[in-house]
């Protein structure tokens, strides 16, 4: 395992994630057409099952998302997210044995949730939005800062850099100074290179391949390349097909620092992070 400069100890709200070793995160969206069968409470059990199932699978955080942010996904409201957002935080904090992480750019999401038992803010935004920065500080959580240029309605309008791995490093350093300017202490973050965010094929593959560049902030990296499009263009697979792309970059992330795995197939990329761990620990 990649050493590491950082304390492995992350306060979540009530429960403590520890670094020493990487965690898998499951995503759990609650965006209207994820349980779309039956009525609002059949959709929340629904939710609730999933979470549980992954928690079963070895998920030590579940991502719980109520916005899209996939190109055109349709805007909603504060109000909209919070109305779908709450009621599972709630229910998985009540019931479950799991760091619930937000994916929110939304400040009132940010502090409801938090007072409902979210242990960590998950901003594909980072801290952008108005108010975000005081909110996510007032909440005292851990947040994980993400690049993306533009927003996910435009993001994939042909993207430029000149060299895409400094580029995003220069832009986390200036979240991070951002972040400590409201009081949120380098120790409470993690950063992601955000994966399929306003970046071609070329640039996610060259990021992927030098993302080892990341660790020079000390701080622990999130990854998600669950079933994303870098996937499907490299190997030109549909979406259904992309878990063998998947675990692949999911072992090679680890090997380039990685802590959290962002996945939909949790059991299986459980595997590959247990192997990886087997093997590390050897003598
Ligand atoms: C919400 N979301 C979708 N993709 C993501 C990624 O790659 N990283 C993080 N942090 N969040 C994501």
Do not use: W
């Not at 996610?204 to 990341?214: G, Q, R, T, V």
Request: aromatic residues 4%.
């Amino acid at each position: 395992m990649t050493s590491v400069s950082f304390s492995t100890r992350l306060p979540c709200g009530n429960r403590v994630l520890d670094l020493a070793h990487t965690h898998v995160m499951g995503i759990l969206n609650v965006t209207p057409d994820s349980f779309s069968d039956g009525g609002r409470f059949s959709q929340l059990d629904a939710a609730l099952r999933h979470a549980e199932a992954m928690v079963a699978a070895g998920a030590t955080l579940i991502d719980v998302g109520g916005e899209s942010t996939r190109p055109g996904a349709r805007a909603v409201s504060p109000l909209e997210e919070l109305e779908r957002v709450a009621p599972i935080v709630e229910r998985i904090h009540r019931e479950l044995d799991v760091i619930i992480s937000v994916d929110t750019s939304t400040p009132a999401v940010m502090r409801e949730t938090a007072r409902l038992g979210a242990g960590l803010i998950n901003d594909v935004r980072s801290l952008q939005r108005d108010g975000a920065l005081d909110a996510a500080a007032a909440t005292g959580l851990p947040v994980c800062l993400m690049h993306m240029l533009g927003e996910p309605g435009d993001m994939q309008n042909d993207p430029h850099y000149r060299n895409v791995t400094e580029e995003v490093c220069a832009f986390l350093a200036e979240r991070m100074a951002q972040c400590a300017a409201v009081g949120i202490a380098a120790e409470r973050i993690v950063l992601d290179p955000g994966f399929g965010f306003a970046k071609t094929l070329q640039h996610n593959l060259s990021l992927f391949k030098h993302m080892e560049a990341l660790n020079v902030f000390g701080r622990p990296l999130l990854v998600g390349v669950s079933r994303k499009s870098m996937i499907g263009h490299t190997l030109n697979r549909p979406v259904g097909e992309r878990l063998y792309g998947g675990l692949a970059l999911a072992a090679l992330a680890m090997g380039k620092g990685a802590r959290i795995l962002r996945v939909h197939d949790v059991a299986e990329t459980v595997d590959v992070v247990r192997m990886i761990t087997a093997v590390e620990m050897a003598e």
